[in-house]
């Protein structure tokens, strides 16, 4: 009643600018999604849901799910094991390796398998392999390699943030080792690896990528999605398997949310002291090495097909497969997805940084929804995001133009560089705005000089996530562009099945991984410059 | 300060903090003299943080007025309060350098930039810390940050300063240079201080009064000679001469044992 000061006279703009984002939110989140739902009237729901192909299809996805995850766990958690408690040699390498699936299109996972155990398969004829990669394991053996990685991460960061005085005060004590796993590691665990599996798990039902490439007549949830609205145009349809697929990426989303530590790392007492043991190290090289070289597989099939007339008959070298990618426009569409790439990253780290910093640096029951409307984007899968934005967004000026695809994947990517932001500011001294105050230097100003300054590592390393993701990503952008605006990443999805086109989809895989290579050396070099300075 | 007539520096009257249905302030009124130095003592969430903040003008009271040198400041922004506030852990600007962060402030006070980096120079200096001019926050010890945050808030030439208890994330010797340091400053500048401490000894070594809290009331405003005189109740004699008492116990067993 009182108080005409220049502080609540902020707090009043900040709240008129946190009730544009929560529409902002509200406009680009949750009437999309209401779109969707609303669309499903449309479809004879039961027969959907009844039908034999939706009810194959959700057992397959439901395997695909459990199998690859109960495989892609426990080795990932082995190779990140190896990483933070041995002294592996060459440990940058294999980490780069492992990670490589990041930079490319699942899809590419896909074709990478049948340019290598395909009927004519590099590794079918040099090892004289029999069999098909077509199939269920054909599935799992491309979604474990493209969620390998992602567990891979998540895990060596929580074992890296391990304290180790529980396992010294036991070793004192005479405690065996098996007895030290289940009283200290496991209980540890059981929070993060929550949600490692409920990660690894939504990531690999919601994939249509490697399904449509190896699936063969395995068909799942996601490819049946696919093969509706795009193949026949049956939207309704679409729809209602859409719906299906948000519930489980819904349960997920609530499970981690329910369970996530909201504890911080911060405190970690002591790191461990990884020893010396050369027998381990050794030892820990097989796992590592062996999942990097399977990685890097792909990768060398892609340049071989790349660079070769017409594996395996004609070896000669040739730059056909590359001009071939030209004249069916692979440069226009490379060009799409820099602009939309370069864009989403721009416009999601300044909307990602700024949501952040409302909602954990001016608290109030607004940037409480902020927060939940910022994180609720985690739960929504790629493919129906975009079938919503289709539905949604048709008829208005932003349809069929570059600007719904960049919304889309910033929507789609927002969650995780929000996560960040808010860690990162989370940590920043509360009190820089109240000091900026007495001092009489503006919230914006100490925005600007004293906070950003401090999220610069953030701001990389977000503009790269949008980046990357925006380059691999095949399911939002798939049911809102066409052929003015298609990102390269969809040519892979468009010639997936004309093994005449296998050169160029491998080309194309090349120059995605390019791009996102350079991008990560690029942050990388700019990191270390700005940590050097310091 | 007992040689000239004393000035109310500060007044506040009747003031009222209430978050929802919990009074945090219950009408504390109390006047603060020109060049004094306050110590505020009370158990953890009485309502120290909250009367500085609203002192400063970050808080907004519920009811109650602050008078500075007799003019209502209540609805005054905090930079127009001629107040500075030191806090606990420093709040310093990590991306900038010691004499960075002294001089930011300045810049945004019309000074131009020659005479706002000549201000910072002598207050670094003033602060001991004319070696560690260009090093970042992170490389220096606690006591030294802490040092830069008051150089900082002196910048600008406040005759209050504010602190919410600036030693307790430091260690022992370094609290006894720093409590010099900060009584020396006060003496120089003639500023009035208004400090929040959990250490009891430590407000009575400093201070010229000391005001007993306890959930939103004053039980005592007093020198510390009087309240050890005549503490005003039981909780006060409970409190803070308790405390005290311990303390000294403690310590005195090893000075008999020395001196034996
Ligand atoms: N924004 C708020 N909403 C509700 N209650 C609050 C808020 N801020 C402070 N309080 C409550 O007001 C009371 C006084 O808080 P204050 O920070 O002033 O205590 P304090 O005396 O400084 O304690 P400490 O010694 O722990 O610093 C506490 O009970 C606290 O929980
Ligand atoms: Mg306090």
């Given at each position: 009643m009182l108080n005409r000061g220049s502080l609540h006279r902020r707090t009043g703009a900040s709240l008129i600018l946190k009730i544009c984002l929560v529409i902002f939110f509200a406009v680009v989140v949750v009437l999309p999604l209401v779109r969707m739902l609303l669309y499903m009237a449309n479809a004879d729901i039961v027969e959907v849901l009844t039908s034999n192909n939706f009810k194959k299809a959700t057992v397959n996805t439901l395997l695909v799910g459990l199998i690859t995850t109960a495989i892609t766990v426990p080795l990932a958690y082995l190779l990140a094991w190896c990483m933070e408690r041995t002294n592996l040699k060459w440990k940058g390498l294999w980490v780069v390796l492992i990670s490589l699936p990041m930079l490319i299109p699942s899809i590419s996972q896909g074709t990478g398998l049948i340019i290598l155990f395909g009927a004519n398969g590099v590794l079918t004829n040099l090892f004289n392999l029999g069999g098909s990669i077509y199939g269920m394991h054909g599935i799992v053996i491309g979604e474990a390699m493209y969620v390998i990685p992602v567990a891979f991460l998540m895990l060596s960061d929580i074992l890296a943030y391990e304290d180790s005085t529980p396992y010294e005060a036991a070793q004192t004590l005479g405690i065996p080792r098996f007895r030290q796993f289940c009283a200290i590691t496991l209980p540890f665990l059981r929070r993060p690896m929550v949600s490692v599996i409920f990660a690894v798990f939504s990531l690999t039902i919601t994939d249509y990528g490697v399904p449509l490439t190896v699936g063969g007549k395995v068909k799942v949830l996601p490819v049946l999605l696919y093969e509706q609205v795009?193949?026949?145009?049956?939207f309704a349809e679409g729809s209602v398997i859409g719906a299906v697929l948000l519930i489980p990426a819904v349960i997920a989303f609530l499970v981690d949310l329910a369970n996530r530590d909201r504890g911080s790392n911060a405190f970690i007492s002591r790191g461990f002291d990884t020893g010396d043991n050369k027998r381990r190290d050794i030892l820990a090289l097989i796992p590592c090495a062996a999942i990097g070289i399977f990685m890097l597989l792909p990768v060398l099939a892609f340049v071989v097909l790349t660079f070769v007339t017409n594996y395996p008959i004609d070896m000669s070298l040739t730059m056909a497969h590359i001009e071939k990618t030209f004249r069916v426009k692979g440069d226009i569409y490379l060009r799409n997805s820099l602009i939309i790439s370069t864009a989403v990253g721009f416009f999601g780290v300044i909307v990602a940084m700024v949501t952040a910093y409302l909602s954990t640096r001016m608290v109030s029951p607004t940037s409480r929804l902020l927060h939940l409307l910022s994180i609720t984007c985690m739960a929504i899968p790629g493919m129906v995001l975009g079938l919503s934005y289709a539905l949604a967004f048709k008829g208005t000026i932003i349809y069929g133009t570059l600007a719904i695809l960049i919304m889309v994947n910033m929507v789609h990517f927002f969650a995780s560089p929000y996560l960040m932001f808010y860690n990162t500011m989370n940590s920043l001294n509360e009190h820089l705005e109240a000091v900026g105050l007495t001092l009489g230097v503006s919230r914006p100003r100490i925005f600007r000089d004293v906070i950003m300054p401090q999220c610069i590592s953030t701001i990389l390393e977000t503009f790269s996530y949008f980046f990357v993701n925006s380059m691999i990503t095949i399911s939002a952008v798939v049911f809102l562009s066409n052929t003015f605006t298609k990102p390269v990443s969809l040519l892979i999805a468009q010639y997936e099945a004309q093994s005449a086109f296998l050169g160029c989809t491998a080309f194309v895989s090349l120059m995605i991984l390019g791009c996102n290579l350079v991008l990560k050396a690029a942050v990388f070099l700019i990191k270390r410059a700005i940590n050097r300075s310091n | 300060m007992s040689d000239t007539p004393a000035t109310i520096k500060i007044s506040v009257k009747d003031l009222t903090k209430v978050y929802g249905t919990k009074t945090?302030?219950?009408?504390v009124s109390f006047e603060v003299q020109t060049g004094e130095f306050l110590s505020i003592l009370g158990p953890s969430g009485c309502g120290k943080t909250t009367i500085l903040r609203i002192l400063i003008g970050l808080l907004e009271p519920t009811e109650g007025t602050v008078y500075k040198d007799g003019k209502d400041i209540t609805g005054l922004s905090p930079s127009q309060r001629g107040m500075g506030i030191v806090f606990q852990n420093y709040a310093l600007f990590e991306n900038m350098n010691v004499q960075r962060n002294v001089e930011y402030a300045l810049r945004f006070n019309k000074e131009t930039k020659d005479k706002a980096s000549g201000i910072a120079e002598n207050l670094v200096k003033r602060v001991g810390l004319w070696e560690e001019r260009a090093k970042k926050p992170g490389k220096l010890s606690g006591g030294q940050q802490q040092r830069v945050a008051i150089a900082r808030t002196l910048a600008l030439n406040p005759d209050v300063i504010l602190f919410d208890e600036p030693m307790s994330a430091l260690d022992v010797d370094t609290r006894l240079s720093l409590r010099k340091e900060i009584k020396d400053i006060q003496a120089e500048y003639g500023s009035t201080m208004i400090y929040i401490t959990h250490d009891q000894e430590e407000a009575f070594a400093m201070s010229d009064r000391i005001m007993v809290m306890e959930t939103g009331k004053i039980h005592q405003i007093a020198t510390p000679e009087e309240i050890v005189k005549n503490p005003a109740d039981e909780y006060v004699e409970r409190f803070v001469l308790q405390n005290l008492q311990t303390k000294v116990d403690s310590l005195a067993r090893f000075i008999k044992v020395r001196h034996a």
């Amino acid at each position: 009643m009182l108080n005409r000061g220049s502080l609540h006279r902020r707090t009043g703009a900040s709240l008129i600018l946190k009730i544009c984002l929560v529409i902002f939110f509200a406009v680009v989140v949750v009437l999309p999604l209401v779109r969707m739902l609303l669309y499903m009237a449309n479809a004879d729901i039961v027969e959907v849901l009844t039908s034999n192909n939706f009810k194959k299809a959700t057992v397959n996805t439901l395997l695909v799910g459990l199998i690859t995850t109960a495989i892609t766990v426990p080795l990932a958690y082995l190779l990140a094991w190896c990483m933070e408690r041995t002294n592996l040699k060459w440990k940058g390498l294999w980490v780069v390796l492992i990670s490589l699936p990041m930079l490319i299109p699942s899809i590419s996972q896909g074709t990478g398998l049948i340019i290598l155990f395909g009927a004519n398969g590099v590794l079918t004829n040099l090892f004289n392999l029999g069999g098909s990669i077509y199939g269920m394991h054909g599935i799992v053996i491309g979604e474990a390699m493209y969620v390998i990685p992602v567990a891979f991460l998540m895990l060596s960061d929580i074992l890296a943030y391990e304290d180790s005085t529980p396992y010294e005060a036991a070793q004192t004590l005479g405690i065996p080792r098996f007895r030290q796993f289940c009283a200290i590691t496991l209980p540890f665990l059981r929070r993060p690896m929550v949600s490692v599996i409920f990660a690894v798990f939504s990531l690999t039902i919601t994939d249509y990528g490697v399904p449509l490439t190896v699936g063969g007549k395995v068909k799942v949830l996601p490819v049946l999605l696919y093969e509706q609205v795009i193949g026949q145009l049956h939207f309704a349809e679409g729809s209602v398997i859409g719906a299906v697929l948000l519930i489980p990426a819904v349960i997920a989303f609530l499970v981690d949310l329910a369970n996530r530590d909201r504890g911080s790392n911060a405190f970690i007492s002591r790191g461990f002291d990884t020893g010396d043991n050369k027998r381990r190290d050794i030892l820990a090289l097989i796992p590592c090495a062996a999942i990097g070289i399977f990685m890097l597989l792909p990768v060398l099939a892609f340049v071989v097909l790349t660079f070769v007339t017409n594996y395996p008959i004609d070896m000669s070298l040739t730059m056909a497969h590359i001009e071939k990618t030209f004249r069916v426009k692979g440069d226009i569409y490379l060009r799409n997805s820099l602009i939309i790439s370069t864009a989403v990253g721009f416009f999601g780290v300044i909307v990602a940084m700024v949501t952040a910093y409302l909602s954990t640096r001016m608290v109030s029951p607004t940037s409480r929804l902020l927060h939940l409307l910022s994180i609720t984007c985690m739960a929504i899968p790629g493919m129906v995001l975009g079938l919503s934005y289709a539905l949604a967004f048709k008829g208005t000026i932003i349809y069929g133009t570059l600007a719904i695809l960049i919304m889309v994947n910033m929507v789609h990517f927002f969650a995780s560089p929000y996560l960040m932001f808010y860690n990162t500011m989370n940590s920043l001294n509360e009190h820089l705005e109240a000091v900026g105050l007495t001092l009489g230097v503006s919230r914006p100003r100490i925005f600007r000089d004293v906070i950003m300054p401090q999220c610069i590592s953030t701001i990389l390393e977000t503009f790269s996530y949008f980046f990357v993701n925006s380059m691999i990503t095949i399911s939002a952008v798939v049911f809102l562009s066409n052929t003015f605006t298609k990102p390269v990443s969809l040519l892979i999805a468009q010639y997936e099945a004309q093994s005449a086109f296998l050169g160029c989809t491998a080309f194309v895989s090349l120059m995605i991984l390019g791009c996102n290579l350079v991008l990560k050396a690029a942050v990388f070099l700019i990191k270390r410059a700005i940590n050097r300075s310091n | 300060m007992s040689d000239t007539p004393a000035t109310i520096k500060i007044s506040v009257k009747d003031l009222t903090k209430v978050y929802g249905t919990k009074t945090v302030l219950d009408h504390v009124s109390f006047e603060v003299q020109t060049g004094e130095f306050l110590s505020i003592l009370g158990p953890s969430g009485c309502g120290k943080t909250t009367i500085l903040r609203i002192l400063i003008g970050l808080l907004e009271p519920t009811e109650g007025t602050v008078y500075k040198d007799g003019k209502d400041i209540t609805g005054l922004s905090p930079s127009q309060r001629g107040m500075g506030i030191v806090f606990q852990n420093y709040a310093l600007f990590e991306n900038m350098n010691v004499q960075r962060n002294v001089e930011y402030a300045l810049r945004f006070n019309k000074e131009t930039k020659d005479k706002a980096s000549g201000i910072a120079e002598n207050l670094v200096k003033r602060v001991g810390l004319w070696e560690e001019r260009a090093k970042k926050p992170g490389k220096l010890s606690g006591g030294q940050q802490q040092r830069v945050a008051i150089a900082r808030t002196l910048a600008l030439n406040p005759d209050v300063i504010l602190f919410d208890e600036p030693m307790s994330a430091l260690d022992v010797d370094t609290r006894l240079s720093l409590r010099k340091e900060i009584k020396d400053i006060q003496a120089e500048y003639g500023s009035t201080m208004i400090y929040i401490t959990h250490d009891q000894e430590e407000a009575f070594a400093m201070s010229d009064r000391i005001m007993v809290m306890e959930t939103g009331k004053i039980h005592q405003i007093a020198t510390p000679e009087e309240i050890v005189k005549n503490p005003a109740d039981e909780y006060v004699e409970r409190f803070v001469l308790q405390n005290l008492q311990t303390k000294v116990d403690s310590l005195a067993r090893f000075i008999k044992v020395r001196h034996a």
